[in-house]
């Protein structure tokens, strides 16, 4: 519990709080797809302004040339470059979230051999207030996780992120 409840708790207006084993398992599927991006669902509750993760649903990377082609996006980048949840599959998330009491408090997607930055692809699809969680992986091994928010001008400002203990089982 001591995790919660230290200065950054209090300093940052909203954080997004995900356990270690959470981040564990979001490093695990951004080594698997590697060199592809992966992507996923972050879903929880907002707690007094603050996101806690509950639950992450893997999503498939469905990036493909006709989803450049809607995009209106470079036709050469492919899966290492981009990543894309077909909207089909983004309401049925949605869907399946309400029936559980759940919401999407945000997306997390990898960056192979890159870094946890944005770019300006993610920005431009990025929905405001989501969290934009992404993970670096240089040369095939997650390293580094960082979230991101857009501000009222359409642009990411960093989002704390906070880990704590694994939940007990
Ligand atoms: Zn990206």
């Known amino acids: 519990m001591t995790d919660f409840f230290d200065d950054r708790f209090f300093l940052s207006p909203v954080s997004l709080f995900l356990s270690h084993a959470q981040l564990h398992t979001i490093y695990a599927h951004a080594d698997r797809t590697y ?37 209106a996006d470079d036709p050469h980048l492919n899966k290492t470059r981009r990543y894309w949840i077909a909207p089909q599959e983004m309401l049925a998330a949605i869907r399946a979230a ?25 920005r431009q699809l990025a929905w405001a207030q989501y969290s934009y969680l992404i993970v670096s992986v240089p040369e095939g091994i997650a390293s580094d996780a960082r979230s991101w928010v857009l ?15 694994p939940a007990r089982m």
Request: with cysteine; proline share 8%.
């Open 98 to 122: 309400r029936a559980r009491h759940l919401e999407i408090v945000g997306v997390y997607h990898s960056h192979p051999d890159h870094p946890a930055i944005p770019s300006e692809y993610d």
């Open 35 to 71: 060199p592809d991006e992966c992507c996923g669902l972050l879903l929880g509750n907002l707690t007094a302004g603050n996101k806690i993760v509950t639950d992450l649903w893997a999503m498939e990377n469905a990036w493909d040339a006709a989803a450049a082609d809607d995009l």
């Open 151 to 165: 501000d009222d001008r359409h642009q990411f400002q960093p989002e704390p992120l906070l880990l704590t203990a």
